[in-house]
């Protein structure tokens, strides 16, 4: 079946300690996103990507870095920097353009204490 | 601000009763686009409309949208207890290029008792 695959799905850091989060698909899709999600909000775009080796950086990208080494793996690392870490986190594929459908993982819920 | 935003914020109803969703937007969409996001999981995708598109169906799903009133609307008809969800709006943005810009609103929490 194809699919987005984000793990783990609970993630624990203490303060201080940057942290990778998972992204895998396997849909052939060009573009990747990261979103981040809190209570009551919607989803922020923290980072996307429409092709291997290149990144743009989305609406809330501080403290935040990704790489786009291979075109089925996106992953993204929370760092030390990022301010309110604690957060729902969401990985999401689409074919271009990017006016398409997004794809979702189950997203990892990581929690900095 | 938000581009998209969904009223009402939360909605209870009773099983087998129709849901309606409503999405009003700041400026002209290339597209719009419907989510649902159960408890805990990831999103995903129901209904796009295309701006040049006023009414599309999907199953028991209607997603209508006005472009001179700048609103869009989810109609889900006879509501099951699965229908429970977060349901989002997003609206896609064209700038130029291959420059497109999706934005999510806040979501309406649908509540479906048995």
């Known amino acids: 079946d194809g699919g987005i695959t984000q793990s783990p799905k609970y993630l624990f850091r203490k303060e201080g300690q940057n942290v990778t989060l998972s992204c895998e698909q396997n849909l052939n899709h060009d573009a990747m996103y990261w979103y981040r999600q809190d209570p009551g909000q919607g989803l922020r775009l923290i980072y996307y990507s429409q092709i291997v080796n290149d990144f743009q950086k989305g609406d809330i990208a501080e403290g935040y870095s990704v790489s786009r080494e291979k075109k089925e793996s996106f992953p993204l690392t929370v760092t030390s920097a990022q301010k309110n870490p604690t957060a729902f986190y969401l990985c999401a594929s689409s074919l271009m353009p990017r006016n398409s459908p997004l794809h979702f993982g189950n997203g990892t819920r990581l929690t900095v204490t | ?114």
């Open chain 2, 1 to 114: 601000s938000q581009q998209g935003e969904e009223d009402p914020q939360a909605l209870s109803i009773q099983e087998g009763e129709n849901a309606t969703m409503n999405c009003s937007y700041k400026t002209s969409i290339n597209n719009l686009q419907w989510y649902r996001q159960n408890s805990g999981r990831g999103l995903v995708h129901l209904i796009l409309i295309r701006s040049n598109e006023r009414e599309k169906h999907s199953g028991r799903l209607r997603v209508t949208l006005d472009t001179s009133k700048k609103s869009s609307s989810l109609l889900i008809t006879a509501s099951r207890a699965a229908d429970t969800a977060s349901y989002f709006c997003a609206t896609v943005l064209y700038s130029g290029g291959s420059n497109y810009k999706l934005t999510f609103g806040k979501g309406t929490l649908l509540t479906v008792n048995p």
